[in-house]
């Protein structure tokens, strides 16, 4: 008998990063083809470039091989080995661009997990540190993930020019818990960070102030903090930003983010963070769009029982890494309508976990 | 004194001493338990006795384990037969069988499955003594029946095989002692009894039950003795293993190949072939697209699942009502291999076996179903083809319905003409299969196969040019209604259908709805479409604010209600892109998505990204879309949703939020009882002032309990933590039942696969054709699900022990077959051992009585899981075959074992602490290499590689710290790593015509033996004297004007030898005469004393050898003593084995001792 470990393709650039995290967790061989081919510049980007080197390096025998126009990878992955790592994020994409695809890694390492990363920290693409330590790692708790899982943002770095630095710690643990959160509850507290780097320090509390004229009306728990980074922790350009978060009683968290942009004044990316997070509440369920596609991939690799989680409608790429879930894993999940509220939009998601269990860890 | 024997005592049987016994006796019983007997007498007494109980009461408890097989319909034990060849394996079998069925088979061969209670089946399955069938058979069992010869005791393969049960997870075992009445003295028999329990529960456990099986009569075992253990069998409980707890499983107890006849005429039988397996799913859920590993032959692919109706159903309702109808279905038996009812299935032949003379008028015998069916056959005049010519047929004339055709198609000649002569095998086969079961469900079969055949014919789907004949109707026979493919088509298109049409209201409700997401995509009405041309122009007071609060709301409600999208259809089997999808495509346009997914084998594909969006990013944050935002800016819109934080209070309740507001308040009282509201369907709510008033009182409910559970007893709320974990894995186990309970088959089994206990068809591609070719129905064929980590390959580090019964060490770098996992393989460890947690350091021979590492290149196994290691798994192997047994601790893609490499240099050149260093290296990139090193005489002298020298080679300069002598040898202590080779060679018994002898790689050694090939000899290689020449010190010179300045103590004091004589010497001594005489009579008597000496030594000399004499005589009686001892022994033996031998030809069974 030949053994060939199983061969997956796929065509395009879009969602590469969940579809390496997928084929690193089941082991599968991937292929990708077509990546920017008919484009005017083909192939990889930089940051997909880093990331794939930062995969690299997380993991043990790992082949990446890269086709000459750069426009087909393959990926024979190993095993995922984490230990005390670094890496230099290019400065197209923000930390949390890397971050992501090693939160879902991490768990499953054989040593707990020390990335420092090197970048730009908050920007309008995807989720700043804040949000991450802040609204991601607390999703990972209901996993039973928790013991010293920590982000710790050490600089703060603004684009375009960047200059932060965060420190990811994660532990390693056998197995996922279950998942059977169906109770959205009610928003109990709000929470944000604003930041203002190399920029006026009062720009934080004019963000707060415009945010605070919104929320007030609803809860009296609502803090806003004012972070400061001084000289070399505050990044190499100026830039201020406000995140905010909403927990409710059964603490779900919902999310939301605003970035300086030129020429706005901070008050009005204050309300539009404000605004985010109240069509973000509006939407409803026990996990915001942010992070659906983790939650999703930490119940299909709980234990063969049933989890379930409401959540709202699927965003596009949820959809489709529920797809490639079901290629790997050959799990699919019920969708359907909550029964026991007549008329509601959001959805009751339940899988069947694969049972996967940390076979990195060590023994003894 | 007097011979007369004594009277024996005769107690009385009445009279007061009679009574006086018989009332103590009956006392005794009375009373039963005296407690007085057992209250402690002291106070710490009374202490020790609690806390005594309470330590008895915690080794009860073990680790909770969750139970994966469903209570309700769990697939059948499985029962093995186990022990040594003769020992009356399969006449247990048999009476077994009959006990629970009232059948006798003649012939029984793979697994027996029959039905022994309202909720349990039991599938017998014999193991013959192949070491491969024991490690398979150890490895699904969940009874093992140990069948020990009474008379002759424990063989080896008995404990071969307990050692293997031991690694892979200890099944229940129940010893059973057969061959006892071979033993004729009551004597012998209890004391033998007796000996062999001991050893027996030492093997297992204190107390393991241990049954003893007198003589066989009528070639079974006596009803009673069956009976009981049938009993003990009935009552076993079962705790589930950890390994077969996660991974399904099933044990096949039929095959069948269905690759097409002419692709294996045209290979000669020699291509892959397609075979399905049929049997129990057993262990976790089996999930489609997952690898399957077949012990024996390797890594298979599933190509499909499918549920059949099971073979051997439990009794239910209705079956109990027609059970006095039909005194035959009781007794189900469930042996595809074996000789139910006189039928038994060969690979392309089906015998019957007719008791008696037999002929076709005969009514006096009894006609069995299976020679009824024949005689049919043999009745048939017609082909078929002439049958199906008319519009209806009966196939055999006791068919009791008729097949039907439609008789429309006229036009299929051509077509069917290729199918036809399948048909008629078809039906026959069918016939054979359905044979166990009863007529009606026959019929059914043809039915359903007709009915498939038309469809076949008007539904156009394309046939697949495979697929003729066979493969399609295979697939339906037995087939659970609701999930034949017919069926699963029909299906689809109904739901498609109700799709359209909820998208039609999805599509009305689109007018008034209007969110931002939906705009960019979809072709807005012109309500909307206004709305925001007006909202873009009136820039002050834009319209679209004026209601917004109403519309908003309405919107929400709206699309609440009535926009209900199928999103598991909608994501899993179509194949719109993900965008279409939530943005509502059109209706066409689905429809034009679901006729493409029509060929719905590879329904899931990817979408080619469009070459316009390639600059698209990969990023979490979705993009904000500012009109949405802008919605925000509204007063009312903000108030609308106050009821989504804590302080909206429940004022909302109206707006169809009831349940929500309910379930949040109900979270702070207790989550548990939240989540099971939330699982309860509300009542729709039609009047919200009742709905309210219900949601109130339920509250109430649950406060009210809630208190009186802690006001009653507060302790009984905290549990302790081993029932805290029993009582959330019922609650989960609960709610996996629960969550899919109303979920159509075809559906459930996408998403939670085949559960434990259903009857599946598996179809496995690309089996070697050796496995058709050489199937042997008495070795079990298992079918191991494996995880997806399982299917990779790496190097595994375990912890191993050499087995302490195995007489040899194990050698690394020799190649060892390992049982792990499922898996049996052959590869090569190397052993290590932690030195000092600094490195792991290859050891060259396993240590005695001692774990060590070794790490092997194989198939991935997750930590923890237990193995044993072989050498050898051929029967004629002396000595105990279990070489090693471990568990898994690690796994990786590097190894890091290294070991000691000496390198050993000379000086050359001496300075003070420095020397030249020369025959360490052989170049100066070598000790680049190695500069700073550290260094060693063999005298101690520490040092250091500093650099190299340019003449000669690999010479070097290094410093110590004393100065070096040229004599000194220096050496350097490095570290060489090593890899494990990469070795992996899975046993492949199942594939061999002869199963039993599989040979792995041989040992070098072994090969040379074999071909009879002399060990090659390397001349530096043998062992020679070693000549030292002796050593020669130069004399120490002190230079003289040294020596002149020495004090006299420290001078050398150096002298010449004498050269002129001495004194004595000049002189000749002249003796006196007396001293002569002196000098004489002593020499005389030295003389004397020699002589005596000889004369003494001589007689010693000839004591001895008669000594020897006689000794030499005794031993030479003792030995004709023993002589004449063995040869009783072997006598007794030879009888023993002779009648052994008659016994079994008398029963007419095979081989005592034949392996």
Redesign the interface.
């Given at each position: 008998m030949v053994h060939t470990a199983s061969l997956v393709n796929f065509s395009g650039h879009q969602h590469l990063r969940h579809r390496l995290v997928l084929a690193i967790l089941t082991g599968k061989h991937i292929r990708i083809d077509k990546i920017r081919s008919e484009d005017k510049n083909p192939g990889l980007r930089d940051f997909e470039i880093s990331l794939l080197r930062l995969l690299e390096k997380i993991t043990n025998g790992t082949i990446i091989e890269i086709s000459v126009t750069g426009t087909a990878i393959l990926l024979k992955p190993g095993i995922i080995f984490g230990g005390v790592l670094q890496h230099d994020c290019p400065k197209s994409r923000s930390i949390g661009y890397f971050l992501e695809p090693i939160i879902m890694l991490a768990p499953f390492a054989k040593r707990p997990v020390q990335l420092t990363l090197k970048g730009i920290t908050t920007d309008e693409h995807d989720l700043s540190a804040d949000l991450l330590r802040t609204v991601t790692l607390p999703h990972l708790q209901l996993f039973g993930i928790s013991n010293g899982l920590e982000l710790r943002i050490k600089k703060r770095g603004a684009p375009p020019e960047g200059g932060g630095e965060v420190q990811f710690l994660c532990p390693i643990v056998k197995q996922l818990k279950t998942l059977n959160f169906v109770d959205p509850g009610k928003v109990k507290r709000i929470r944000g960070i604003a930041h203002a780097v190399r920029v006026n320090p009062q720009f934080s509390n004019r963000m707060i102030e415009a945010s605070r004229s919104i929320l007030n009306r609803y809860i009296p728990d609502i803090y806003l903090y004012s972070d400061v980074y001084k000289g070399d922790e505050s990044g190499k350009s100026p830039g201020y930003a406000l995140s905010l978060l909403a927990e409710s009683t059964t603490s779900v968290i919902h999310c939301a983010e605003a970035v300086s942009e030129p020429g706005v004044a901070p008050e009005d990316i204050g309300l539009k963070a404000t605004r985010q997070l109240l069509a973000e509440v509006n939407k409803g369920g026990c996990v915001d769009r942010k992070h659906q596609i983790l939650v999703i991939m930490f119940m299909v690799l709980g234990s063969e029982d049933v989890g379930r989680c409401r959540m709202g409608e699927p965003t596009p790429r949820t959809i489709q890494f529920l797809r490639d879930v079901q290629t790997f894993f050959g799990t699919s999940f019920k969708i359907v309508a909550d029964s026991s509220l007549p008329g509601c939009s959001q959805l009751l998601y339940s899988c069947y976990g694969t049972g996967y269990v940390n076979a990195n860890r060590t023994l003894a | 004194m007097d011979d007369r024997p004594h009277k024996a005592h005769r107690p009385a049987q009445s009279g007061a001493k009679a009574e006086k016994k018989n009332k103590g006796k009956g006392k005794e019983k009375q009373h039963g338990f005296n407690e007085k007997a057992f209250a402690p007498k002291s106070g710490r007494r009374a202490d020790r006795q609690g806390r005594r109980n309470v330590e008895r009461d915690q080794t009860r408890l073990h680790v909770p384990l969750?139970n994966?097989t469903p209570d309700d319909e769990p697939p059948p034990v499985i029962i093995a037969i186990v022990g040594p060849p003769g020992v009356g394996k399969t006449t247990l079998l048999k009476s077994l069988v009959r006990r629970y069925t009232k059948q006798i088979l003649n012939d029984v061969k793979g697994p027996v499955t029959v039905v022994s209670g309202k909720k349990r089946r039991l599938t017998f399955i014999e193991c013959n003594n192949d070491l491969n069938s024991m490690i398979d058979i150890g490895k699904i069992a969940d009874l093992v029946l140990l069948m020990i010869d009474g008379s002759f005791g424990f063989e080896m393969e008995t404990f071969e095989f307990l050692n293997i049960l031991q690694s892979h997870g200890f099944p229940k075992v129940i010893g059973i002692l057969s061959h006892l009445d071979l033993i004729k003295k009551a004597a012998t028999l209890r004391s033998t009894k007796k000996a062999l329990k001991k050893r027996f529960w030492t093997e297992i456990y204190q107390g393991a039950k241990l049954f003893y099986l007198s003589g066989v009569l009528n070639g079974r075992y006596p009803d009673t003795e069956i009976m009981n253990l049938s009993r003990f069998i009935s009552v076993m409980k079962f705790r589930p293993l950890v390994f077969r707890n996660?991974h399904p499983y099933l044990l096949a107890d039929r095959l069948e190949d269905l690759t097409p006849r002419e692709l294996v005429r045209t290979s000669k039988g020699k291509c892959d072939r397609t075979v399905t397996v049929y049997g129990y799913v057993r262990g976790?859920?089996l999930?489609?697209?997952?690898k399957v590993y077949i012990p024996g032959?390797?890594?298979l692919d599933m190509q499909s699942i499918a549920v059949l109706g099971d073979p051997c159903p439990l009794p239910n309702e209705n079956s109990e009502k027609k059970r006095k109808l039909s005194e035959k279905k009781k007794l189900l038996i469930h042996a595809p291999m074996s000789d139910v009812g006189g039928v038994m299935y060969d690979k392309d032949a089906v015998w019957v076996n007719v008791p008696g003379s037999f002929t076709r008028g005969n009514k006096d015998v009894p006609q069995g179903e299976g020679e009824q069916m024949v005689m049919d056959l043999q009745d048939v005049n017609n082909t078929l083809e002439d049958a199906v010519a008319k519009s209806q047929i009966r196939l055999f004339g006791t068919s009791s319905k008729t097949l039907t055709v439609e008789d429309d198609k006229g036009s299929i000649s051509g077509e069917k003409s290729d199918d036809e002569e399948y048909n008629d095998e078809e039906d026959e086969e069918d016939e054979e299969d359905g044979e166990d079961e009863e007529d009606e469900e026959d019929e059914e079969d043809e039915e359903e196969e007709v009915d498939e055949d038309n469809d076949d014919d008007d539904g156009d789907i394309p046939r697949d040019a495979r697929n003729t004949g066979r493969t399609t109707h295979r697939k339906i026979m037995r087939t659970v209604p609701s999930s034949s493919k017919k069926e699963r088509e029909d299906v689809e298109y109904a739901d498609s259908d109700s799709d359209f049409g909820e998208d039609d209201v999805d599509e009305e409700d689109r007018r008034v709805r209007f969110s931002g997401e939906d705009q960019d995509q979809d072709i807005p009405s012109d309500e909307e479409a206004e709305a925001i041309s007006e909202g873009e122009e009136g820039e002050s007071i834009p319209k679209w604010k004026l209601n917004l609060s109403e519309r908003a709301q309405k919107s929400?409600?709206l699309?609440?209600?009535?926009?209900?999208k199928d999103?598991?259809k909608l994501?899993?089997s179509t194949n719109l892109?993900?965008?279409e999808?939530?943005g509502d495509k059109k209706e066409d346009d689905l429809k034009e998505g679901d006729n493409m997914e029509m060929d719905e084998d590879d329904f899931?594909q990817?979408k080619?990204?469009s070459?316009d969006n390639?600059?698209?990013?990969?990023?979490?944050?979705?993009p904000?879309d500012p009109e949405?935002?802008k919605k925000?800016?509204d007063e009312d819109m903000?108030e609308s949703?106050?009821h989504?934080?804590?302080?909206?209070g429940d004022v909302d309740a109206e707006q169809?939020?009831g349940?929500?507001n309910e379930?949040?308040v109900d979270?702070?009282v207790d989550?548990n009882e939240?989540?099971e509201?939330?699982?309860?369907?509300?009542p729709?709510?039609s009047d919200p002032e009742s709905a309210r008033a219900a949601a109130l009182a339920a509250r109430k409910e649950a406060l009210k309990r809630k208190f009186d559970e802690q006001y009653d007893d507060p302790e009984s709320s905290k549990l302790d933590f081993y029932t805290e974990k029993k009582d959330e894995m019922a609650r989960?186990?609960a709610?996996?039942r629960a969550?899919?309970e109303g979920?159509d088959a075809e559906?459930r089994a996408?998403?939670?696969?085949y559960r434990p206990g259903s009857y599946v068809r598996i179809e496995l591609a690309n089996v070697?054709a050796e496995l058709i070719e050489n199937f042997d129905p008495t070795y079990p064929i298992i079918v191991g699900g494996l995880?997806?980590?399982e299917?990779?390959?790496?190097y595994i580090q375990v912890?191993i022990k050499r087995h302490r019964w195995y007489t040899k060490t194990l050698k690394t770098n020799d190649p060892l077959i390992f049982s792990l996992g499922w898996r049996r393989f052959q590869t090569i460890p190397i052993y290590s051992l932690d030195d000092h947690s600094i490195r792991m350091r290859m050891l060259k021979y396993t240590p005695e009585h001692m774990h060590c590492y070794a790490t092997f290149y194989g198939?991935?196994s997750?930590?923890?899981t237990g193995f044993c290691a072989f050498n050898s798994l051929s029967g004629d192997t002396p000595g105990f075959r279990v070489t090693a047994t471990g568990?898994?601790?690690?796994?990786?893609?590097?190894v890091k074992i290294v070991k000691k490499l000496k390198l050993t240099g000379v000086p050359y050149k001496i300075f003070k602490n420095t020397a030249f260093v020369r025959d360490m290296f052989s170049s100066a990139l070598e000790v680049a290499k190695f500069e700073g090193a550290n260094i060693r005489t063999v005298s101690g002298i520490r040092g250091q590689v500093k650099k190299a020298l340019p003449k000669p080679d690999g010479a070097f300069r290094a410093t110590f710290e004393d100065k070096v002598l040229m004599s000194d040898i220096i050496f350097l202590r490095a570290w060489y790593s090593i890899q494990p080779r990469k070795f992996?060679n899975?046993v492949?018994s199942l594939l061999l015509s002869n199963k039993a002898d599989w040979t792995g790689m041989r040992l070098t050694g072994q090969i040379r033996r074999d071909e009879g090939i002399k060990t090659p000899l390397d001349v530096n290689s043998t062992y020679k004297r070693i000549e030292r020449a002796p050593r020669r010190f130069n004399p120490l010179i002190v230079p003289k004007k040294l020596q002149a300045s020495l004090p006299y103590a420290s001078k050398p004091k150096l002298m010449k030898p004498q050269q002129n004589q001495t004194y004595l010497q000049k002189r000749a001594v002249v003796m006196e005469p007396e001293e002569k005489k002196a000098v004489a009579l002593l020499q005389q008597i030295r003389a004397l004393r020699k002589d005596q000496m000889v004369r003494r030594k001589e007689k010693k000399v000839e004591k001895k050898a008669e000594r020897q004499k006689k000794l030499a005589k005794e031993e030479e009686r003792k030995g004709e003593k023993e002589k004449e001892r063995r040869k009783d022994a072997m006598r007794a033996a030879g009888q023993k084995s002779k009648r052994e031998a008659d016994m079994e030809d008398g029963r007419g069974r095979s081989k005592r001792r034949k392996t």
């Open positions: - | 969750v994966r996660s976790t859920n999930r489609q697209g997952h032959v390797g890594d929400t409600s699309s609440r209600k009535a926009r209900v999103w598991t994501i899993y892109t993900p965008e999808i939530v899931f990817i080619k990204t070459s390639a600059e698209e990013l990969d990023m979490s944050n979705d904000v949405e935002l925000w800016e903000l949703i106050r989504l934080f804590i302080t909206g169809g939020d349940g929500l379930q949040g979270a702070d989550e939240s989540n509201d939330g699982n309860v369907p509300k729709s709510s989960q186990l709610l996996n969550e899919f979920v559906s996408i998403v939670e696969g070697p995880l997806s980590t299917e990779r390959f790496g912890r198939p991935v997750l930590p923890n568990v898994v601790l690690d796994i990786d893609r590097s992996y899975p492949t």
